[in-house]
């Protein structure tokens, strides 16, 4: 019979929270009876958590206070060698998924400070701005031949109505061309 969770986390020097977490995903594995054996727990954690908690630590600890290194190289409690770090179903580790995990965030990380820095655009805004924008250059054109024509029929010494016409056809003819030009809204 071995110790319950909340005296191996006593034992392990962690919460009963860490070592139920441990239990469920699959870093430890208890006994049939619930209850966890130490010794087999403690190779188990040792060889299934992570090795940057150790650099991490031995970092800190080397930033606060230096002292020499022992004699005889002790396993820290909570890491482990990356190299030994299982694998999942999927082939990558859980040193793999953290990485890529923290890279996502750095990346989130940007685009939300170019957000706030107001270097990044709304595209649903921008598109409506441009629509609304080749609406109104549309429209300017659409009456351009009403103010222009009169102006340039009596310079030609040509009929206005005829002018009218025939420079709206015209600007017709160039919008529906300019309307056949799809941009690509990526």
Do not use: C
Not at 101 to 109: G, Y
Not at 140 to 168: C, F, K, Y
Not at 176 to 182: D, T
Request: proline share 5%.
């Amino acid at each position: 019979m071995g110790l319950s969770i909340r005296a191996y986390a006593r034992h392990r020097g962690v919460s009963h929270v860490a070592v139920k977490k441990a239990i469920d995903t699959g870093r430890i594995t208890a006994l049939p009876d619930g209850t966890i054996d130490p010794d087999a727990a403690d190779a188990q954690w040792a060889q299934n958590t992570l090795q940057p908690r150790r650099a991490a630590a031995q970092e800190k600890v080397g930033t606060t206070r230096a002292r020499p290194a022992p004699a005889e190289a002790t396993p820290q409690r909570d890491v482990a060698d990356t190299s030994t770090a299982p694998m999942s179903a999927g082939g990558t580790s859980l040193l793999q998924a953290r990485t890529v995990n923290e890279v996502l965030k750095a990346k989130l990380n940007n685009l939300e400070l170019a957000h706030r820095k107001k270097e990044l655009v709304d595209r649903a805004q921008a598109v409506a701005h441009v629509f609304k924008l080749a609406r109104i250059e549309r429209d300017a054109w659409l009456n351009w031949p009403a103010r222009i024509s009169g102006q340039m029929a009596s310079a030609l010494g040509v009929d206005a109505h005829t002018m009218h016409v025939t420079l709206e056809a015209a600007v017709r003819e160039h919008l529906i061309e300019l309307g056949e030009l799809r941009p690509r809204v990526d």
